[in-house]
């Protein structure tokens, strides 16, 4: 089992230092979260509330995940960097691709993409982006960067995309992981079909083993089960025997998320650095940092 912390509504300033700590408490990543602004109004539906309503206050820090990563990087040797999620759609896939890259290759190999398709449409717009082909974009965004990471000279001819043939470099120090999130049937097809993991989204103890079982399915009828997948299920911090019980479903990675006073800007530095360390003690010397899957 592998834990990763989650660093959101975290100050920039402080996201060097609470990497460092991350990593000598035995994590084995951590995990920012991705929005460029919040308007003003916002009418788009939060699905991860009952309230349909987004619970944080839009001045908590939202840092570019990337420049942060490159930042935590440059202060840690083993740790590894994702986001969770980066709203893919709303970028550009060649620009993405050789910021991904050159993490890669500056980090030794120790950046993913936690990915997902977004809810936010005010977000899109402000980006200059359609938001009802979101879906079309992000599948064409995933296999254009494939074909960018590896490194030759190669053209990609979608729908939306098109790409002369060029060249990108550097090329990733190694594999560039994409985990894709979400528990809507369309973003599961597409974990399945095109991920090297997927981020569980909203579920229950009750509900997790079908969806996951559900995911295996699909990932037999897309002519991939027999291939590396990690299972991903963001948490609140829970009991030793809750994480065993979840381990036995399939799942192979644990996002620790904070609640917003023990991680948010309500906290101060240090009350950040001993969360992290309580957490890391209680719980990580009770699983290996690593589990085989079958999914």
Not at 113 to 129: H, N
Not at 145 to 163: H, K, N, S, V
Not at 205 to 227: C, D, F, N, Y
Request: hydrophobic share 40%; charged share 25%.
């Amino acid at each position: 089992m592998r834990f990763w912390q989650f660093l959101r509504f975290t100050e920039p300033a402080q996201l060097p230092r609470l990497a460092r700590i991350a990593e000598e408490a035995g994590f084995h990543g951590v995990m920012l979260a991705d929005h460029i602004a919040f308007p003003e109004q916002v009418d788009s539906e939060y699905p991860y509330d009952p309230s349909g309503k987004p619970f944080w206050d839009p001045s908590v820090p939202w840092p570019d995940p990337w420049s942060s990563i490159a930042a935590m990087a440059a202060v840690t040797t083993r740790i590894c960097f994702s986001t969770n999620v980066c709203v893919t759609p709303m970028r550009h896939p060649v620009e993405l691709a050789r910021t991904l890259a050159t993490l890669s290759s500056l980090s030794g190999n120790r950046v993913a993409l936690g990915s997902g398709a977004g809810w936010m449409r005010e977000e899109f717009e402000i980006m200059g982006v359609d938001f009802k082909s979101r879906g079309q974009r992000y599948d064409e965004m995933i296999d254009l960067m494939r074909t960018l990471w590896r490194g030759e000279m190669a053209d990609f001819q979608g729908e939306i995309f098109r790409m002369p043939r060029m060249q990108m470099s550097p090329t990733p120090a190694g594999k560039i992981p994409i985990y894709l999130a979400g528990g809507a049937r369309p973003a599961m097809r597409r974990a399945a079909r095109m991920g090297d993991g997927w981020i569980a989204g909203d579920f229950t103890m009750k509900t997790l083993p079908g969806m996951i079982s559900t995911l295996s399915a699909m990932r037999t009828k897309a002519g991939r089960a027999g291939e590396p997948f990690r299972i991903i299920t963001p948490t609140r911090a829970a009991a030793v025997d809750t994480y065993r019980r979840l381990e036995d479903m399939g799942v192979t990675d644990i996002i620790n998320l904070p609640e917003m006073d023990e991680i948010g800007p309500a906290a101060s530095e240090s009350q950040k650095a001993d969360y992290i360390k309580r957490f890391a003690e209680t719980y990580l010397p009770h699983f290996d940092d690593e589990v085989a899957t079958a999914h």
